[in-house]
Each structure stands twice: as structure tokens, then as C-alpha cells.
């Protein structure tokens, strides 16, 4: 069944999903916040910024105004990057309607609380069912309509069904599930991995340390998500492994590249420049070190990571000192 959806945020991801939708059939509008970034969308129907080369069907309409892109639509994915997931979600309160539902592709924690995004959701936007979708899933692929899978979480079973039957298409396979937390969890953390792996590749280590920093991340990954009440078996699913395998593998991630040009030496802010889009592990990795040091679990690589960025360590002074921790037995 054809319906309506408002995306907000037209940067790369927002856009890969609004042409999904947009793809199966549904009337979809895209909103993003820079006036005239958008005005060149709307000219060349296509993204030339962050994801230039597909271009729009008829059945998406790009706009920067939150009015016309929330007329009368029901469904909301919101897609802007966390530090500005707060404030986009106090902006759509007077939009949505008493039945209106809400999905996030953003994938980070609330840059005020450290916290879990759907808190802030919950907070703002009280009552309406919610969802996440995650998992391993470069923008440029999936709008090049190559095979992935991703997760769509939500505590409403209902819901999750419902967004998985209207992003699933030949080129993505929406799995569903209830674990919110999890889901969420791994998409935020498996940032500062990618951040962890592109160091050591970054300082010419080899495939061992590669492999190791996926395994061991993993392991920390699933210690700071027991701590919040995450179902374990969530960790060995798409938004978990699948999410670290890619992005600590392939230098399409951006966390993974900006951990490249540190471990070459390059400073944090010529890596930013670089890179040109959003880095999401450089926040995470301060979020994480805060949540970690609350909740008493112990995460030594994204500790180590947040020792480099934030300027208290170089990358091989940590690769150092996480090779010379105690002996421990592994599980
Ligand atoms: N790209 C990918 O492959 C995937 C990304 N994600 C996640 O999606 C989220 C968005 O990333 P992505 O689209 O890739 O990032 P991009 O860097 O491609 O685009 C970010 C977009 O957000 C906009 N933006 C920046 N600040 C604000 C703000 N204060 N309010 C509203 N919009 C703002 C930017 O606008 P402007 O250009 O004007 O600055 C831009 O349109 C991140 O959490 C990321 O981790 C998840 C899965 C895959
Ligand atoms: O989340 C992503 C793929 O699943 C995108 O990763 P980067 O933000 O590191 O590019």
C-alpha cells in the first residue's frame, strides 16, 4: 500500500532511504535544513552533495520546509546526526500528529546525556510508537540497490513489521526485532571501532591486530549492552558484528578513515576537512567513555580511542598500552 513519508535530514543516509521508500512506491518528502543546498536538489533532482548520481523518481519531492514536508504524514524517519537529533526532535513536536510514528536511522548517542537516542524520543516525542533501523549498510550501495540486510527495532512488533514491509525491496531486506537497546547500541559503538581498526591500519599494523580489535571490541560492545539491558544474541546479528564487520573493513566508513588519517599523523581537524561529512565516533567515543565510566564496565579499546581524540595520547602509545593490560582469561 502506497503511503506518506516525511524524511528529515538530507544528507547522504537520509537520502539513500528517502529513494527506498520513494523507490516502492511511496509518496515520500525530503527535508533537509540548508535552504539552499536543498534548492539544488530540487533543480537537479538529485543529491550532487552528499549522494550525487541517483536520480529522484517522481515520487520524492525534496523541500527545506518542515510545514510542507510534514503535511499530513503520519510516518517520520528522522536522519540528522546525532548532535542535532534533539533539537530536530523538539522541532517536529508540533508536527506530528496523535497517531503519528517515528523511525531513526541516526546512529550515535544524545550528545547532552550520553544516553540512548530513543530517551530522547521518548522525552520529546512521548507516546508514539518508535523504531530504529540499523545494521551494516553504506548509503551509496544501498541506493546502487545492492543486496543488505539491515535490522528495524522496535518494542511495538506491529510497528517494526509494518516499516520493515514498506523499506523492504530487491535491493534491501529489513529484519525486525525487539531489542531496541541492542540494536541502538551497536550502531553507536561500532563508530569508535571503526575509529579503533583505521588507527592500527592507519599505523601500518597488520591483519592480526585487524581482527583483533573486531573480536575484543565486540566483546566490550556486548559488556556495555548487558549493562543496559541488551539481549546478548543481538551482538551476533546485523546491527552488531554485521555493522563492526563493515565498517572496521571498508574504507567506504567514515569512522574507519578518519582513524586511517590519525594513525598517519594527520591532526583531528584536517581529517574532519577531509572527510567532508559526518564522523560520528569522535562524539561517541567521549559518550562512551562516559557511559562506560558510569555503568562500571570495562571498554578498553574505545577507552583508547577516546585517549587519542581527545588529545591525551598518540595511536601507537595506545595500541602500547592495551597490548601490555593484564593477562585475563578470555570469556
Ligand atoms: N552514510 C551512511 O552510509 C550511513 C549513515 N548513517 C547515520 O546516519 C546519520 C546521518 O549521516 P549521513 O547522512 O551519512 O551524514 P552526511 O554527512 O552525509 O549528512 C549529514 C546531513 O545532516 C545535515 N545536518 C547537519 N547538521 C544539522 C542540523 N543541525 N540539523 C539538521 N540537519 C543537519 C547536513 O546538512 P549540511 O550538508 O547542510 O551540513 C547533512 O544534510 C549519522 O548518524 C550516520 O551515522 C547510518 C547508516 C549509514
Ligand atoms: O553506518 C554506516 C554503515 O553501516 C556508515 O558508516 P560511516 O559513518 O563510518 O561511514
Known sequence: MQRRFAVIGAGS????????????????????????????????????????????????????????????????????????????????????????????????????????????VERHLPDHPMAVLSGPSFAREVAEEL?????????????????????????????????????ELGGAVKNVLAVATGIADGLGLGANTRAGLITRGLAELTRLGIALGAERQTFMGLSGVGDLI???????????????????????EQALTDIGQTVEGLRTAREVHALAERLQVEMPICEQVYQVVAGHRTASKALQILMARTRKSEF
Request: aromatic share 6%; with cysteine.
Open 13 to 120: 543516509w537520509g537520502t539513500a532511504l528517502a529513494l527506498v521508500l520513494a523507490r516502492n512506491g511511496h509518496a515520500v518528502r525530503l527535508w533537509g535544513h540548508d535552504a539552499r543546498h536543498m534548492a539544488g536538489l530540487i533543480q537537479a533532482r538529485e543529491n550532487c552533495r552528499h549522494l550525487a548520481g541517483f536520480r529522484f523518481p517522481e515520487t520524492l519531492t525534496p523541500t527545506a520546509d518542515l510545514d510542507a514536508a510534514m503535511d499530513d504524514v503520519r510516518d517520520v524517519v528522522v536522519v540528522v546526526p546525532s548532535h542535532a537529533f534533539a533539537a530536530q526532535l523538539q522541532a517536529l513536536g508540533r508536527y506530528l500528529p496523535r497517531d503519528g510514528r517515528i523511525l531513526w536511522g541516526t546512529k550515535g548517542l544524545d550528545a547532552d546525556s550520553g544516553g540512548l537516542l530513543h530517551g530522547l
Open 147 to 183: 543486496p543488505t540486510a539491515v535490522t528495524i527495532a522496535s518494542r511495538d512488533a506491529a510497528f517494526a513489521a509494518d516499516m520493515a514491509a514498506a523499506f523492504h525491496g530487491a535491493g534491501l531486506r529489513p529484519y525486525t526485532s525487539n531489542d531496541l537497546v541492542g540494536v
Open 246 to 268: 563493515l565498517t572496521c573493513t571498508d574504507d567506504q566508513s567514515r569512522n574507519r578513515r578518519f582513524g586511517l588519517a590519525l594513525g598517519r599523523g594527520t591532526t583531528i
